[in-house]
């Protein structure tokens, strides 16, 4: 469940990214230009893991790897990249509540007084 969820989650991304670039006309080049790529490092790593497991591979495939030092480095890394990405999907969340908070007045629409929403951001992503 949680990588099909996470493969939906993605998808709200997209506006943001393309809201904030400084050329939103490179949009659609950049976006395949990075599938392509991920698409190439996705399928190398299953053929290594394929070669490597035959038909014993499990899902997850860091469970298939003997517990020892590299394999705790791997899931810190892994949780390390869940905290920094985590927040990234909360983005979208997080700019309708504050737009909705400001034309309630009960938050800053200027860019100025930064901390407010940081500690709003930062306490939302502690809490979920």
């Known amino acids: 469940f949680g990588i099909i ?64 030092w590299s394999t705790i ?9 869940l905290l920094f990405s985590y927040p990234l999907v909360l983005f979208p969340i997080l700019e309708m509540t504050e737009s909705y908070l400001a034309d309630k007045g009960l938050m800053a629409a200027d860019t100025k007084t930064v901390w407010p929403r940081n500690v709003f951001r930062s306490s939302l992503v502690v809490l979920t």
């Not at 480095?73 to 990249?81: G, I, P, R, S, Y």
């Open 5 to 68: 969820a996470f493969l939906y989650c993605t998808q709200f991304l997209t506006l943001p990214i393309e809201a904030s670039m400084r050329h939103p006309e490179d949009y659609a080049f950049a976006v395949w230009s990075v599938f392509g790529v991920t698409a190439i490092f996705n399928l190398m790593f299953a053929l290594l893991c394929l070669f490597t497991w035959r038909h014993s591979v499990q899902e997850i495939v860091i469970l298939n790897v003997a517990s020892g």
């Open 73 to 81: 480095l791997a899931k810190v890394c892994l949780c390390v990249d």
